[in-house]
């Protein structure tokens, strides 16, 4: 299959089809979610909670994310691979902000990088797209700004609905190829996906942005507990490993497992 460039994205706004990200941590899943036809593959900055057991994102580095865009890379045949730069990676300045990204496209050869912040994260943004690296902005709510939010809120109610506009403008003239818009309301969700060129991709933003992201632990009930409000649960993974588990526990403790038909003569 062709790959999915960044001007696909351009394209398929233009033309109103519907784009689809999940995020992936490793080979198997990123060829499932490839082969599936996903546009584009996430190894998301959630990999701090859903694979090394962070309470938040805050604590990821880019040493343990490497690995995990190179695996997801190296799967897929068609979808975008779009890593996630950690928190510290990129605050301090534009500088910072390329060698992030840098170390990306080249240890783990990633296809772009996607960074958090509107208005505050444009010189960075502007300085990567300089080099020839593809950025996906991330607006709304950011996680890896949770503490200076006061949690995980909807972002852009009321009032400031006029600063999400500010970033979602400030990221496009940027050069971000792609906005990501994560807990807001739909109705702010889609004013911004009218006035921008470039997609929107809601995360937790309503139906009328021009695609939609989810965590793939989340939208396949791999996870614990909770949910957000956002997420429908397509699978119960969760359940059908435990199942599993549980199965070949009593197996072996019966002595049904293994049979003479798992068995070496
Ligand atoms: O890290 C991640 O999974 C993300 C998405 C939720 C947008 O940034
Ligand atoms: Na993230």
Known sequence: PKRVRTRHFQNAKQQGIPITGLTSYDMLTAQIFDQAGIDFLLVGDS?????????????????????????????VTRALVVADMPFGTYETGPSEALHTAVRFMKEAQAHAVKLEGGVR????????VSAGIPVMAHIGFTPQSEHGLGGHIIQGRGAAADQLMADALAVQEAGAFAVVLE????????????????PTIGVGAGPDVDGQLMVWT????????????????????RSAL??????????????????PEHSYE
């Open 183 to 198: 807990m807001v309301p739909s109705a702010v969700a889609a004013l911004v996906t009218e006035k921008l060129d470039i």
């Open 47 to 75: 990999a701090g909670n859903n694979v090394f057991g962070y309470e938040t994102t805050l604590p990821v580095t880019v040493d343990e994310l490497i690995p995990l865009t190179r695996a997801v890379a190296r799967a």
């Open 121 to 128: 994260s444009r010189k960075q943004i502007s300085r990567i």
């Open 218 to 237: 989340d939208f396949a009930g791999m996870t614990g507990g909770r949910v957000p409000r956002f997420v429908r649960q397509y699978a119960n993974m």
């Open 242 to 259: 435990t199942d599993a588990v549980h199965a070949f526990k009593a197996d072996v403790d019966s002595g049904a497992y293994p049979g």
